[in-house]
């Protein structure tokens, strides 16, 4: 569904066989982007607030 | 007269974007992904062959997923489906969606015909790799000042 408004050319085939789901996401994310939503890595790693986060977390744990 | 156009507003996140750019070069990277076994370009990831994937593991609960990820004949295991899943066709796997067992069976054919018994690392590497670049690009929405966060992709 989200891939579908993201991209409306997009056939029901290719969203569930042609298109690899990096492409998919990458898709919505960026037409999320377009929207004016602000978007976010979701893992801590990926993103320097979470990095930073991930480096507090090390030193409390020692 | 006709007045011009609001220019679009490009909204961009200035204070995550220098940092960022290995996650992103990841995400470029996964995005155009082509990956290949025994020189045989295999079909994407898609939508279809990842809900087949977790179908298929689902056949073999209850195992819990710390079971699965150290044990290395579930690994294999694993790899091996979406290896097969990924070098099968929409046209081959269609007749056979609603047939789990079938799709089981047409996957471990597939590993023992493909994957011999040295490439097994290399199979999964390349199947981890897949799995990997599947996530690499996948982002949510950031959560707002409220605390409450809202449902990402």
Not at chain 2, 62 to 71: E, H, K, M, S
Not at chain 2, 75 to 104: N, W
Request: charged share 20%; with cysteine; hydrophobic share 40%.
């Amino acid at each position: 569904m989200l891939l579908s408004a993201a991209v409306p050319s997009l056939t029901k085939a290719d969203i569930e066989w042609r298109i690899s789901l990096a492409q998919g996401y990458a898709l919505i994310h960026a037409r999320r982007i377009y929207d004016g939503q602000p978007m976010v890595w979701p893992r801590l790693e990926q993103s320097p607030l979470g990095r930073w986060w991930q480096q507090i977390r090390e030193k409390l744990r020692h | 007269m006709q007045d011009d156009p609001l220019p679009p507003t490009l909204v961009v996140d200035d204070s995550a974007a220098p940092a960022s750019t290995a996650t992103e070069g990841k995400a470029n990277e996964a995005y155009d992904a082509v990956f290949s076994w025994h020189g045989n370009q295999l079909e994407p990831y898609s939508l279809m062959r990842d809900r087949i994937f977790e179908r298929l593991q689902a056949l073999d609960s209850p195992v819990p997923d710390t079971v699965r990820q150290d044990c290395p004949q579930f690994v294999l295991y694993d790899a091996e489906k979406v290896l097969a899943l990924c070098s099968l066709t929409e046209q081959q796997l269609l007749p056979i969606m609603g047939k789990p067992l079938e799709l089981l069976k047409l996957t471990q054919q597939w590993g023992q015909q493909h994957i011999a018994s040295a490439e097994g690392m290399a199979a999964i590497r390349l199947a981890n790799a897949i799995i990997k670049a599947s996530e690499a690009t996948r982002a949510i929405e950031r959560p707002s000042r409220s605390g409450s966060a809202t449902p990402g992709n």
